[in-house]
């Protein structure tokens, strides 16, 4: 029997975007172990578990740590196949097969978005390059979601194989049409919002690569009926909150928490937007899709991709003004905003778990 050993950085992302995976996985008869920080509890069945220190600080001792476990794992077991995910375990995990030899496991790195800037001019995008460069010789295929990977990937030369561009990992089947009148009414008035404002949704970890600051800042200059919401969790959220409350938009800037429906937010809305520096593919933007909902997105690698796909308009990264005048362009016209939901929803299907599994799973396989 073939062993996998299939790593992310938490098990929160292995359940997010990875169980239809790992359970095919198994199916198709292969040993599996993951590897992440955090309890196996919604895990497959059948899945062994290996919970690895990694902290979301690159540099942090712990992270080396998590790097020598992982090395005495892989001197333990022998592995017909390493998959990574996520920026921090892929490097990590990737330096134990450093350490340890590159025997006969083939190492595939997904790369999600988080890794790549959008030049290599930065001193962070530097060490992170230098990161990657260090660890290609044990690299044998890279898996990209955007052209702005691919083409860094390639310019680097940071596998000893195949450069593969995969449409994400698929969204899962959910009931995300657009929805009815009623069915909008009802999601505004579980979350009391009026039912003639104008609503922004951006669902996204607090983070300073999502940049929720952004769009509160510029809230304060849009028209009063218009409300921001702002689903998630992470770090920056007490702080988003705290400018919210100073710059006196408390009550337009709505913060539900993490939901794991995603039509309650979404149905409310009249647009997604997104502020993010950087992306990979991101999911909250492909639910949009699928439900019609035109998207406001900064013109940065990932949403480029999906804007060409029919998600809707772009700003560039940083523009206040370019930002604010788009969104006044969609308050005030509702024909371009149906004209771009049907566009997004039309070029959701791409993006499909039943699709896009079918694709990326021969690509994971030893």
Not at 314 to 341: K, M
């Amino acid at each position: 029997m073939k062993t996998i050993l299939y790593c992310a950085s938490t098990t929160g992302h292995l359940r997010s975007f990875h169980l239809p995976y790992l359970r095919a996985l198994l199916d198709d008869g292969y040993r599996v172990t993951t590897a992440a920080f955090g309890p196996a509890e919604d895990l497959p069945e059948g899945v062994s578990h290996l919970d690895v220190p990694f902290t979301k600080r690159f540099f942090s001792p712990r992270n080396l740590g998590a790097a020598l476990r992982m090395a005495r794992e892989l001197r333990r077991a022998r592995y017909d196949l390493i998959l990574t995910h996520t920026s921090l375990a892929a490097f990590f995990v990737r330096l134990a097969v450093l350490l340890t030899g590159k025997r006969d496991t083939r190492v595939v790195n997904t790369v999600h978005g988080y890794l790549f800037g959008e030049s290599v001019s930065g001193l962070r995008e530097k060490l992170l390059l230098a990161a990657e460069r260090l660890t290609a010789p044990v690299t044998d295929d890279i898996l990209v979601m955007n052209a702005e990977d691919e083409r860094i990937a390639r310019r680097y030369r940071l596998c000893r194989g195949q450069v593969a561009r995969i449409p994400g990992m698929g969204v899962p089947p959910a009931d995300l049409h657009p929805p009815t009148e009623q069915e909008r009414a009802e999601a505004r008035a579980a979350l009391s919002i009026r039912s003639d404002a104008f609503v922004m949704v951006y669902a996204a970890e607090f983070s300073v690569r999502k940049n929720q600051r952004f769009l509160i800042e510029n809230l304060s200059s849009l028209p009063e009926d218009t409300v921001l919401l702002l689903p998630g969790q992470g770090d920056k959220l007490e702080e988003c909150r705290a400018l919210a409350k100073q710059l006196g938009l408390y009550e337009r800037v709505l913060f539900p928490g993490y939901e794991d429906d995603p039509r309650v937010c979404l149905w409310a809305a009249d647009v997604c937007v997104s502020s993010s520096h950087s992306e990979g593919l991101p999911f909250h933007v492909m639910e949009a899709m699928a439900g019609g909902i035109p998207c406001l997105l900064s013109r940065v690698k990932g949403h480029t991709d999906l804007a060409e796909s029919g998600a809707g308009l772009l700003f560039d990264d940083g523009d206040a003004d370019a930002f604010r005048r788009e969104v006044l362009r969609l308050a005030s016209d509702p024909a371009l905003r149906r004209r771009l939901g049907r566009a997004a929803q039309e070029g959701f299907p791409a993006f499909r778990l039943d699709r896009v599994l079918p694709e990326v799973l021969p690509l994971f396989r030893p």
